[in-house]
């Protein structure tokens, strides 16, 4: 295989494709032109803007002629520049939102009513007086071909968009409505990725979409999915080509403790039937305008599942993952000026390798600023005490307001009923490992026996669960 391009270029054939596909449904007298023809979408092209969404809304015509008019709009959308698309998105937020004085009539006439079959009507007309009219323009895309991943893409702006803008949120809060109900998980198919049977365009998708161990290219996508390895992935019958978030797994000997031997191309390959051990290295989200619609631990059950009934000899199931928020944590304790976060080995330690007899904080983070510091013993040993009971005492006793894990990692792992197995020193030594975790990684243990235990204490008192030798990091 042979990729051709950068990673993105797929992207680019899917907006081509959608282009191509939705002309033929506008219909031939549509003048695709005039959708490129001025970009960024000024002032002037707004009025004929608005007549296309009130002709998607009017559904003239019948079911042919509403697909045509959903295609018209899209093809504007997908002609348009960045700037134009976020003047298309805040029309439709803005002038296709719910009406206040249709919404106060409603509830009047809730009120006023005088027997229980005029109430069960004014609750009826409440409830269409707050449906907005421009979900009934996102629906219409799910008509056409590649609808739903469009509108997939279109949340993922609008997310960019929004973040300062009311309306925007507003309308990002009912496509994710609308996305919650489309994407159920009794809706969506695992299947395994393989290298000899998975279409080139989908790996070359996972290549792209991997957010936690980067995909080098095709001889490294090889490797992972080699005969002691195994990838899955959730699809939607409405986007069959496109993965939505799909899980890599080792087939082992024992909890792994380091990602780069896991990662090894020229490691030995494993007999799968003969080892103990499934780890679950990556967890990818692929659609960025999925984000907040959770299927992520559905995944993890169906795979454990998939990989029991292959193998019998499997009697582990964890993760090697990363820390990605430990050292933001870090750097807020050290600035906030405890002197008791070192302990007293912990500071004759440090002294000894700077020379410094105060500011041993800052000491710590100019060690750590050096991308060799792992490679001097001295500097590694006198860290690692302090940094390891820092690590646990994050990922057992920090927690966001709500009481759950402030890791989001370990969050989402705690949630799915995981404890917290080990911590690994310098389990990840590559320059984003570095970044997140000064190295480091954590094991979250799959334990079957105890899963809804623990998701059960977890969900309803924050409590962790974690193993006894990870509990004494915590003492130093």
């Keep these: 295989?042979?990729?051709?391009?950068?990673?993105?270029?797929?992207?680019?054939?899917?907006?081509?494709?959608?282009?191509?596909?939705?002309?033929?449904?506008?219909?031939?007298?549509?003048?695709?032109?005039?959708?490129?023809?001025?970009?960024?979408?000024?002032?002037g092209d707004l009025q004929n803007l608005r007549s296309q969404m009130k002709a998607c809304l009017e559904n003239k015509g019948g079911e042919v002629s509403a697909r045509a008019e959903a295609a018209k709009l899209g093809q504007v959308y997908l002609a348009l520049d960045e700037k134009g698309r976020r003047r298309?998105?805040?029309?439709?937020?803005?002038?296709?939102?719910?009406?206040?004085?249709?919404?106060?009539?409603?509830?009047?006439?809730?009120?006023?009513a005088d027997d229980e079959d005029d109430r069960r009507d004014a609750?009826?007309?409440?409830?269409?007086?707050?449906?907005?009219?421009?979900?009934?323009?996102?629906?219409?895309?799910n008509a056409l071909p590649d609808g739903v991943k469009f509108l997939v893409d279109m949340r993922a702006e609008i997310m960019r968009f929004a973040k300062e803008d009311q309306a925007l949120k507003s309308l990002e809060r009912d496509l994710r409505t609308i996305l919650v109900s489309w994407f159920?998980?009794?809706?969506?198919?695992?299947?395994?990725?393989?290298?000899?049977?998975?279409?080139?365009?989908?790996?070359?998708?996972?290549?792209?979409?991997?957010?936690?161990?980067?995909?080098?290219?095709?001889?490294?996508?090889?490797?992972?999915?080699?005969?002691?390895?195994?990838?899955?992935?959730?699809?939607?019958?409405?986007?069959?080509?496109?993965?939505?978030?799909?899980?890599e797994v080792a087939l082992v000997n024992g909890i792994a403790d380091n990602v780069q031997e896991l990662l090894d191309e020229n490691a030995p390959l494993?007999?799968?039937?003969?080892?103990?051990?499934?780890?679950?290295?990556?967890?990818?989200?692929?659609?960025?305008?999925?984000?907040?619609?959770?299927?992520?631990n559905f995944l993890i059950k169906r795979v454990v599942s998939e990989l029991k009934d292959e193998f019998d000899n499997l009697k582990t199931f964890s993760t090697l993952s990363p820390i990605p928020g430990f050292n933001k944590w870090l750097?807020?304790?050290?600035?906030?000026?405890?002197?008791?976060?070192?302990?007293?080995?912990?500071?004759?330690?440090?002294?000894?390798?700077?020379?410094?007899?105060?500011?041993?904080?800052g000491a710590i983070k100019e060690l750590l600023q050096d991308p060799h510091w792992h490679h001097d013993d001295a500097i590694s040993n006198a860290l690692k005490p302090p940094?390891?009971?820092?690590?646990?005492?994050?990922?057992?006793?920090?927690?966001?307001?709500?009481?759950?894990?402030?890791?989001?990692?370990?969050?989402?792992?705690?949630?799915?009923?995981?404890?917290?197995?080990?911590?690994n020193w310098l389990g990840d030594t590559s320059e984003n490992g570095f970044r997140q975790s000064a190295g480091m990684m954590v094991n979250y243990l799959y334990n079957l026996n105890r899963i809804e235990e623990n998701h059960e204490a977890y969900s309803a008192r924050g409590k962790v669960a974690a193993s006894s030798s990870t509990r004494n990091l915590l003492k130093g």
């Excluded at 042979?2 to 054939?13: C, L, Q, V």
């Excluded at 799968?272 to 959770?294: E, M």
């Design 1 to 43: 295989m042979a990729m051709d391009g950068e990673p993105t270029n797929f992207i680019d054939r899917t907006v081509r494709n959608l282009r191509e596909g939705w002309r033929s449904i506008a219909g031939s007298n549509y003048d695709v032109s005039a959708a490129t023809a001025r970009p960024d979408l000024p002032d």
């Design 88 to 112: 298309f998105l805040n029309v439709m937020a803005r002038e296709f939102d719910t009406d206040p004085g249709r919404i106060d009539a409603a509830i009047d006439a809730v009120q006023l």
């Design 123 to 141: 609750e009826y007309l409440l409830r269409k007086a707050l449906e907005a009219p421009r979900n009934r323009l996102l629906t219409q895309f």
């Design 184 to 247: 159920d998980v009794d809706f969506l198919e695992l299947r395994q990725i393989s290298w000899e049977k998975t279409p080139a365009s989908i790996l070359e998708k996972l290549i792209a979409y991997e957010a936690v161990h980067a995909i080098a290219g095709w001889e490294d996508l090889k490797n992972r999915l080699d005969s002691d390895r195994r990838c899955f992935a959730f699809f939607h019958p409405r986007m069959p080509d496109e993965p939505l978030i799909f899980v």
């Design 270 to 296: 494993q007999d799968p039937h003969k080892v103990d051990t499934a780890i679950f290295y990556s967890i990818s989200n692929a659609q960025k305008g999925l984000v907040g619609i959770s299927f992520g």
């Design 331 to 361: 750097d807020h304790l050290f600035a906030a000026g405890d002197p008791k976060i070192l302990l007293p080995s912990e500071r004759k330690a440090i002294k000894e390798v700077t020379g410094k007899s105060t500011g041993l904080k």
């Design 387 to 423: 940094l390891m009971r820092l690590c646990a005492r994050y990922l057992l006793e920090e927690k966001r307001r709500e009481g759950t894990a402030r890791d989001p990692v370990a969050h989402f792992h705690l949630s799915n009923g995981a404890g917290i197995e080990q911590i």
